[in-house]
């Protein structure tokens, strides 16, 4: 499987991030340990978690990076793979924080939780808005010169904060964010398109965006209110059942017929088909759904499949 080079780093990784919220929520221990394999015996190195997923299950999270170490622990394949994760959402303990102290104190927590003794990629996964930039950059200066971090990404931090964190990086000689995992997909665009892709084209930001498939909608499984009941995230997505989602499942159905493929393998190779998008967070709960996203990479839309997705989605 063909990888890529993480811009100002010596990270190299498959086009498929595998998103680690559904191991220890909708996924058990021995589910979760299955569908890794999977996914690295088709080629991808490249896994995304946080330390509170899944916290809306047991208040504090944790279990996603516990279950992820265990499996790296028995499978001994730890310095085969680019492992992601985050700081700074809220749980029912706390709410959103990165601080300095909040930071030193969970990235500790995270490699005994990874059973590992450094993160490839650690994230700002939320933004507190209130803890001065500099602070929270040199607590990630701290913990990089500590061997405990590689590289450092950002998450939902707004434009402004984004920007104001390459200055006083600069300014302070501090790391600077290599990456930025935003919301994107085909029913999601403008945001992205209009106010972060200038920032990730600017300072050569690797991007991996998250909710890739909006949730499941982009695969096609919800068409009417009545499939909202098919999945835990179905009730979220009723706001997606309008003339425009209408529209890009008939440019999904149609451009995934004339491939011989499914729909959310088309709705991934669309956005690895942007030339801002490095990689794609996307998650499996089955080996079915496991097979569309090995699949995304290697499926080449042309300029007419890319032209009418693009209209369905304007």
Partial sequence: MKKVNIANTDLSVSRINFGGNVLGWTLNEKESFDI????????????????????????????????????????????????????????????????????????????????TDYIDLYYTHFDDEVTPVEETLSAYDEVIKAGKVRYIGASNVSPERLNESFKVAEDNNLPKYVALQPHYNLMERTNYETIYRPIVEQFSLAAFPY????????????????????????????????????????????????HNTQPATVALAWQLAQSSITASIVSATSKSQLQNLIDAPRLVLDKEDLEALGEASR
């Fill in 211 to 258: 909710y890739s498939l909006a949730s499941g909608f982009l695969t096609g499984k919800y068409r009417s209110e009545a499939d909202l009941g098919k999945s835990v995230r179905g009730a979220g997505l009723k706001h997606y059942l309008n003339n425009k989602g209408f529209a890009i499942l008939d440019a999904l159905d149609i451009v995934a017929s004339k």
């Fill in 36 to 115: 890794l394999d999977a996914f690295v015996a088709a080629g991808f190195n490249f896994i995304d978690t946080a330390d509170t997923y899944s916290w809306w299950v047991n208040g504090v999270g944790g279990q996603s990076e516990t279950i992820l170490g265990k499996w790296m622990k028995a499978r001994n394949n730890r310095d085969s793979l680019v492992i992601a994760t985050k700081v700074g959402s809220q749980t029912k303990e706390h709410p959103k924080d990165i601080s300095k102290a909040h930071i030193l104190q969970s990235v500790d927590e995270s490699l005994q939780r990874l059973q």
